[in-house]
């Protein structure tokens, strides 16, 4: 007997809000949902240590996909605004975040309080 499970055409709820967040008072709206296939692609690409450059191609790939095309002209001026410093650890925590909300699960343990908890 023939092994067969038909996935149908998981995600793609067209009711899924879109997420957003603020950087230096402005607010920026990401797609609801993007393919898994594209985080993976940002973590196979951003551990290759032999080419400190893909980090910044990745970095520029993951804001393009996944940024609307409204928000992504704005938070490309603000990043390379020398007024307002949007710096390596600032887009690195709002990847990270991101990457928790296209995965519903978070990128690091959370901590135990100290009751045990």
Known sequence: MARFKDFGSAGGNPNAEPIMFR??????TCRPEIPGKTVLNLVARSSNEDDPGAAATVVTDFFKTVLMPESRGRFDALAEDPERIVTMDTLSKIIEWLVEQYTDRPTERPEVSSSGE
């Open 23 to 28: 950087l230096h008072d402005e607010e920026f």
